[in-house]
C-alpha cells in the first residue's frame, strides 16, 4: 500500500535540502543528511521525491516559480509600466535576495541541472516587453530585442544575486538595499524616469 503524502513533510524535506545544499552544495550532501535535518527517516524521502537529483530540481525549480510567478502576474496587470518597474525594484528583488539560501545554490550548482538559461530566458522576455511599453509611452525609439534583453538580464539580474551572494559571505558593507538602489538608478537614468517606492497595497 502507498505512503499516504503530507504536503508539511514534503515541504519540510524541501527546506531541509534548500540549507545543505546552500552549505555543502549537491555533492558534498547526500539524501541522509536531508532526512536527518527534516527529522523524518531516509525511506519517508522516497515517498514524495525518487531521490536526491528530484530534491534538487524541486527546490530550485518551486523557489523560482514562487518569485517568476508573482512577478509575471504583476507586470501582466493593467498598471502603468512605471508602477511595474516600481513593484520590481521594491518588492519582488528584495523578496529574491532575502533567500540566501536559493541564491547560493543557483550561483554554485547553475551547472547542475538549474535550467538556469531557460529560466533567464523567461526572464529576458518579461523585462523585454517591459521595457518596450515604457519606451513606447515615452516616445524612445529602443531596439531592445530578445538578445539585448538576455544579456542585461545575464549582467543585471546574476551580478545583482552574485553580488548579494558574496557581499553577505564576505562581510561586505554593499548589501540588498545598496544593490537595488544602484539598479533603480540605472534604469532612471537610462529613461529618464523616476521609480519611486510604489503605493500601498489595497491604496
Do not use: C
Not at 20 to 39: I, K, N, P, Q, Y
Not at 43 to 72: C, H, P, Q
Not at 102 to 109: C, H, N, P, T, V
Request: aromatic letters at 8%; hydrophobic letters at 45%; glycine letters at 10%.
Amino acid at each position: 500500500m502507498a505512503r499516504e503524502r503530507d504536503e508539511g513533510k514534503r515541504q519540510a524535506i524541501l527546506a531541509a535540502a534548500k540549507r545543505l545544499f546552500a552549505a555543502d552544495g549537491f555533492h558534498g550532501t547526500s539524501v541522509s543528511d536531508v532526512a536527518r535535518e527534516a527529522g523524518l527517516p531516509v525511506g519517508s524521502l522516497y515517498t514524495y521525491f525518487a531521490g536526491k537529483e528530484e530534491i534538487f530540481r524541486s527546490v530550485v525549480d518551486e523557489g523560482w516559480e514562487e518569485f517568476y510567478g508573482e512577478l509575471a502576474r504583476v507586470l501582466g496587470a493593467e498598471i502603468r509600466p512605471e508602477e511595474k518597474l516600481a513593484l520590481a525594484v521594491y518588492r519582488f528583488l528584495p523578496g529574491l535576495f532575502s533567500d540566501v539560501d536559493l541564491i547560493a545554490i543557483i550561483m554554485a550548482e547553475a551547472d547542475r541541472g538549474t535550467g538556469l538559461e531557460e529560466k533567464l530566458e523567461r526572464l529576458a522576455a518579461l523585462v523585454s516587453g517591459l521595457v518596450s511599453q515604457i519606451a513606447a509611452a515615452r516616445g524612445m525609439k529602443l531596439d531592445f530585442g530578445t538578445r539585448t534583453a538576455m544579456t542585461a538580464i545575464t549582467i543585471y539580474f546574476l551580478g545583482a544575486l552574485d553580488a548579494v551572494r558574496v557581499s553577505r559571505s564576505a562581510g561586505i558593507s554593499v548589501g540588498p538595499a545598496d544593490v537595488l538602489d544602484f539598479i533603480r538608478l540605472s534604469i532612471e537614468n537610462a529613461f529618464g524616469i523616476s521609480i519611486g517606492p510604489p503605493p500601498a497595497e489595497g491604496a
